[in-house]
């Protein structure tokens, strides 16, 4: 016998009688004013969040703070037409300066935004800039996790991202320091 | 670092037990005060993070609940899940135990190369925190074959250059200091003679793991959620290291235990909500990545292994541990675990879970652990899918000394006890000796030979006994 009929026949052996999943509608009735509590969630962790009325406040932004020679990849055509970047060599993105994307649907409880490959570009992207900036429109934000599940509901994608702030570690004696091995800013305009 | 926890460098192998590394620990009195308070803030942050949450409570019901069903229902769910992993491109493989999981990880590297590993370093594989390789040895293995491992969270990277074990699975360097840590990295990384500062550390080793993900072919990550219903999993990171590794490989192996398992993708709402502000107190990790299919021209393996787990799930008083999400809340409330440090636990996984869980894995080699507790059930009442934690850690006690794991000093200590409180003549005259030595001879108590005397002081002898009160007291019918 296999070691996969192995396992599963001495799991079925000894597993308990089925108990019932509970039921989880009664979660998540949280209230919130929800751009606020999205604001205060992700800014404690270390983002920044602008809201801003078009995307020319959002290239101006860019052009203020990032040096003109920064590379600048974006999934976004009123950012950049450059779309190679998304089917090249993924090592390729190692010298990404700055991304700029649009999320799905963010969370107010935790900060989190949902991405998926389609948002991203390609995968490595998110990660491996050094500094990501996410568009989020203000209605598309939800109170807890619950209600993102929910608006997920059963769309696919190969891989997608709950992404709740700047990459961090406390792993040196519990000092905060952002960006360990992901992006080290990270900055949500909220239109 | 202290000298001592090189002598701890692979897991499993006692060679202290946990009382005698705990004395070892406790040497060094400040440092194990800095130790304990630098846990108990974790614990405090898990506590601000829980209160904020109206429903928190019924959120840990909640998990219990789902954790109590893929329990009851591990087979189906298993099976559901490699099916759908399947159609998702993903390659699901079975491990027994530890050797047959090394032994597939293996396999996976040599039938990338054809069957013909080259002999350069970059053949070597990144890896992001699975504290089921640690429990499998997995490193050292692949070490003997010529391929190199790198760890790639910060914390690990540190203990792994300083050929540790890591002492937390949330945070693996917890006892290390900033100036030790500064001194590794001048040593391994070359950073600046006694730079300790965290932010200057972290961007050295930025600049280090980055050149690793960007040259290894290999990625390994652990699993934090398996869902049947879409056959895809979750990794949960702050610092983002699962995902340049597994992003840039071209072949991502993920390692599970099979409890990992759950119903379906809503239920992860629950857990992601209760993961994070368990372990650090952080609303959610930075990073919660759900890989269902693996990118084009990319290979996604799941190594989905037992090790003991399924002998766990058949022991009634015990299988609740398999319930557990690692997020080392028990670890940082457990007064033991604050005051004797990680590694005193010899086991993968330390702290009040890993006293529970290793028994089943070597009954001989891990007797000493359910005894590392003061049963004070702090642990059960912070663990976000509420494991009866203290009242396994009372249960295995009861097998261990039924079963013959006890020390003959523990046996023959509690068989003389027994005989003095089954015997009240003994007890009477036991009791009067006793006052007498601690009275007239109280260094025969009070010494080193005594274990009672540890970091404690023994109580002032009371004059009389309680038996002789009472006699006194009911011939006046003072009280009666």
Same mark, same amino acid.
């Given at each position: !016998?296999?070691?996969?009929?192995?396992?599963?026949?001495?799991?079925?052996?000894?597993?308990?009688?089925?108990?019932?999943?509970?039921?989880?509608?009664?979660?998540?009735?949280?209230?919130?004013?929800?751009?606020? %509590?999205?604001?205060?969630?992700?800014?404690?962790?270390?983002?920044?969040? *602008?809201?801003?009325?078009?995307?020319?406040?959002? %290239?101006?932004?860019?052009?203020?703070?990032?040096?003109?020679?920064?590379?600048?990849?974006?999934?976004?055509?009123?950012?950049?037409?450059?779309?190679?970047?998304?089917?090249?060599?993924?090592?390729?993105? %190692?010298?990404?300066?700055?991304?700029?994307? %649009?999320?799905?649907?963010?969370?107010?409880?935790?900060?989190?935004?949902?991405?998926?490959?389609?948002? !991203?570009?390609?995968?490595?992207?998110?990660?491996?800039?050094?500094?990501?900036?996410?568009?989020?429109?203000?209605?598309?934000?939800?109170?807890? !996790?619950?209600?993102?599940?929910?608006? !997920?509901?059963?769309?696919?994608?190969?891989?997608?991202?709950? *992404?709740?702030?700047?990459?961090?570690?406390?792993?040196?004696?519990?000092?905060?320091?952002?960006?360990?091995?992901?992006?080290?800013?990270?900055?949500?305009?909220?239109? | 670092?202290?000298?001592?926890?090189?002598?701890?460098?692979?897991?499993? +192998?006692?060679?202290?037990?946990?009382?005698?590394? #705990?004395?070892?620990?406790?040497?060094?009195?400040?440092?194990?005060?800095?130790?304990?308070?630098?846990?108990?803030?974790?614990?405090?942050?898990?506590?601000?993070?829980?209160?904020?949450?109206?429903?928190?409570?019924?959120?840990?019901?909640? #998990?219990?609940?789902?954790?109590?069903?893929?329990?009851?229902?591990?087979?189906?769910?298993?099976?559901?899940?490699?099916?759908?992993?399947?159609?998702?491109?993903?390659?699901?493989?079975?491990?027994?135990?530890?050797?047959?999981?090394?032994?597939?990880?293996?396999?996976?590297?040599?039938?990338?190369?054809?069957?013909?590993?080259?002999?350069?370093?970059?053949?070597?594989?990144?890896?992001?925190?699975?504290?089921?390789?640690?429990?499998?040895?997995?490193?050292?293995?692949?070490?003997?074959?010529?391929?190199?491992?790198?760890?790639?969270?910060?914390?690990?990277?540190?203990?792994?250059?300083?050929?540790?074990?890591? +002492?937390?699975?949330?945070?693996?360097?917890?006892?290390?200091?900033?100036?030790?840590?500064?001194?590794?990295?001048?040593?391994?990384?070359?950073?600046?003679?006694?730079?300790?500062?965290?932010?200057?550390?972290?961007?050295?080793?930025?600049?280090?793991?980055?050149?690793?993900?960007?040259? @290894?072919?290999?990625?390994?990550?652990?699993?934090?959620? #398996?869902?049947?219903?879409?056959?895809?999993?979750?990794?949960?990171?702050?610092?983002?290291?699962?995902?340049?590794?597994?992003?840039?490989?071209?072949?991502?192996?993920?390692?599970?235990?099979?409890?990992?398992?759950?119903?379906?993708?809503?239920?992860?709402?629950?857990?992601?909500?209760?993961?994070?502000?368990? #372990?650090?107190?952080?609303?959610?990790?930075?990073?919660?990545?759900?890989?269902?299919?693996? @990118?084009?021209?990319?290979?996604?393996?799941?190594?989905?292994?037992?090790?003991?787990?399924?002998?766990?799930?058949?022991?009634?008083?015990?299988?609740? +541990?398999?319930?557990?999400?690692?997020?080392?809340?028990?670890?940082?409330?457990?007064?033991?675990? @604050?005051?004797? =440090?990680?590694?005193?636990?010899?086991?993968?996984?330390?702290?009040?879970?890993?006293?529970?869980?290793?028994?089943?894995?070597?009954?001989?080699?891990?007797?000493?652990?359910?005894?590392?507790?003061?049963?004070?059930?702090?642990?059960?009442?912070?663990?976000?899918?509420?494991?009866?934690?203290?009242?396994?850690?009372?249960?295995?006690?009861?097998?261990?000394?039924?079963?013959?794991?006890?020390?003959?000093?523990?046996?023959?200590? /509690?068989?003389? /006890?027994?005989?003095?409180?089954?015997?009240? =003549?003994?007890?009477?005259?036991?009791?009067?000796?006793?006052? /007498?030595?601690?009275?007239?001879?109280?260094?025969?108590?009070?010494? +080193?030979?005594?274990?009672?005397?540890?970091? @404690?002081?023994?109580?002032?002898?009371?004059?009389?006994?309680?038996?002789?009160?009472?006699?006194?007291?009911?011939?006046?019918?003072?009280?009666?």
């Amino acid at each position: !016998m296999s070691s996969r009929d192995n396992i599963l026949s001495k799991i079925k052996q000894n597993q308990p009688e089925l108990l019932p999943l509970p039921d989880l509608s009664v979660l998540g009735t949280e209230q919130y004013d929800l751009v606020q %509590k999205f604001t205060e969630i992700l800014e404690g962790i270390g983002g920044t969040v *602008l809201q801003v009325s078009d995307f020319e406040e959002i %290239k101006k932004f860019i052009v203020s703070n990032y040096p003109i020679n920064a590379r600048v990849i974006s999934t976004l055509p009123e950012f950049s037409e450059n779309k190679d970047w998304q089917i090249a060599d993924p090592h390729t993105l %190692k010298d990404a300066d700055f991304l700029i994307i %649009k999320g799905q649907f963010a969370v107010a409880e935790n900060g989190a935004i949902w991405l998926t490959e389609t948002e !991203m570009g390609q995968r490595v992207a998110p990660f491996i800039t050094q500094y990501l900036a996410i568009i989020i429109e203000k209605s598309a934000i939800l109170p807890t !996790m619950h209600q993102a599940y929910e608006q !997920m509901g059963s769309a696919e994608y190969g891989f997608g991202v709950f *992404l709740a702030g700047p990459s961090k570690t406390a792993d040196i004696e519990q000092s905060l320091v952002l960006g360990a091995h992901g992006a080290r800013g990270l900055v949500v305009f909220l239109v | 670092m202290s000298k001592n926890s090189k002598q701890l460098i692979t897991h499993n +192998s006692q060679l202290l037990s946990h009382s005698k590394a #705990a004395e070892i620990f406790n040497k060094d009195f400040d440092r194990t005060t800095w130790h304990d308070e630098t846990l108990y803030f974790v614990r405090q942050k898990r506590d601000k993070a829980a209160f904020q949450i109206n429903d928190w409570e019924l959120l840990r019901e909640t #998990a219990s609940q789902i954790k109590n069903n893929v329990l009851s229902n591990m087979h189906d769910y298993l099976l559901q899940f490699e099916e759908n992993a399947l159609k998702n491109g993903i390659k699901t493989h079975w491990a027994k135990d530890a050797q047959e999981h090394n032994e597939i990880v293996f396999g996976i590297i040599s039938d990338y190369y054809g069957g013909n590993i080259p002999k350069d370093t970059f053949k070597g594989m990144v890896k992001s925190k699975s504290m089921l390789t640690e429990e499998c040895h997995m490193n050292e293995f692949l070490a003997e074959k010529g391929i190199e491992v790198i760890d790639t969270d910060l914390g690990e990277r540190i203990v792994q250059l300083a050929e540790e074990p890591p +002492s937390h699975i949330v945070m693996p360097c917890i006892h290390w200091k900033k100036e030790e840590i500064g001194e590794l990295f001048h040593k391994h990384l070359g950073t600046e003679k006694g730079n300790k500062d965290p932010q200057y550390l972290t961007e050295a080793a930025r600049q280090h793991l980055r050149d690793k993900f960007l040259t @290894r072919p290999i990625a390994l990550t652990g699993v934090n959620f #398996a869902v049947a219903e879409t056959g895809e999993f979750v990794v949960c990171t702050n610092e983002g290291n699962a995902d340049m590794g597994a992003h840039l490989a071209d072949v991502h192996i993920a390692s599970m235990g099979f409890e990992k398992i759950i119903p379906q993708k809503k239920h992860l709402g629950v857990f992601l909500r209760l993961l994070a502000r368990s #372990a650090t107190g952080q609303p959610i990790t930075t990073y919660s990545s759900h890989f269902k299919k693996p @990118r084009d021209g990319q290979q996604m393996h799941i190594v989905i292994v037992d090790n003991g787990r399924s002998t766990q799930l058949g022991r009634e008083d015990f299988r609740n +541990s398999l319930k557990c999400i690692r997020c080392a809340a028990c670890f940082n409330t457990c007064p033991v675990y @604050r005051r004797s =440090g990680g590694h005193s636990y010899h086991s993968a996984v330390a702290g009040p879970i890993g006293s529970i869980l290793a028994p089943n894995l070597d009954m001989r080699a891990n007797a000493d652990l359910p005894f590392a507790s003061t049963l004070c059930g702090s642990c059960s009442n912070v663990c976000p899918v509420k494991i009866d934690i203290h009242q396994q850690l009372y249960k295995w006690r009861q097998v261990l000394v039924q079963e013959g794991y006890t020390p003959t000093s523990k046996t023959l200590a /509690m068989k003389g /006890m027994s005989t003095v409180l089954s015997n009240p =003549g003994i007890f009477k005259f036991s009791g009067k000796v006793g006052r /007498m030595l601690m009275d007239k001879l109280p260094f025969l108590v009070n010494n +080193s030979l005594n274990p009672w005397y540890k970091q @404690r002081e023994m109580p002032e002898p009371p004059e009389e006994s309680f038996r002789d009160w009472y006699k006194k007291n009911r011939k006046n019918k003072k009280y009666i």
